[in-house]
């Protein structure tokens, strides 16, 4: 019963990181494109950091949970032995690259932009909405015993 816990505690963080990624990209983005300002993207990510982040965390401790439910313990991460194993390390090394692409962003791109979007700007977004799309369909992957 707890594994089904941390499973839906699990998706639902997914559902508002992956969801929150896609309505940037599908609809925040095109908009700065059209008008030329950050306006719209400031406004979602000011708006988005206060849900968005506990749930980015939530995902790292239930992932990690989950894993261990799984007897993918530390010991085995990045090991790529098995087919959960594998998943968890991929994961993981995902959840690694989200963590920089959102520290150079928030150091780096965003300071020097000075409400004009450009393109680098976009090219986080996309890869940052990549991996969550990614991170998704792994663990989709672990019903049928991982890749």
């Known amino acids: 019963m707890m594994h089904q816990i941390v499973l839906i505690i699990h998706l639902l963080a997914a559902t508002v990181w992956v969801g929150g990624h896609l309505i940037l990209l599908l609809i925040y983005v095109?908009?700065?494109?059209?008008?030329?300002?950050?306006?719209?993207?400031?406004?979602?990510?000011?708006?988005?950091?206060?849900i968005g982040m506990p749930a980015l965390i939530l995902l790292l401790i239930t992932g990690v949970l989950l894993a261990y439910d799984f007897d993918v313990s530390i010991d085995k991460w990045f090991q790529f032995k098995g087919g959960i194993e594998r998943i968890v390390s991929i994961k993981l090394l995902l959840f690694i690259s989200t963590l920089i692409l959102a520290i150079s962003a928030t150091k780096f791109i965003f300071p020097k932009l000075k409400n004009e979007p450009k393109p680098i700007l976009y090219g986080f977004i996309v890869l940052v909405t990549g991996i969550a799309v990614m991170m998704v369909v792994l663990g989709s992957l672990v019903r049928i015993g991982g890749i």
């Open 30 to 50: 095109p908009k700065a494109k059209k008008s030329n300002s950050l306006e719209g993207i400031s406004f979602f990510r000011k708006n988005f950091e206060s």
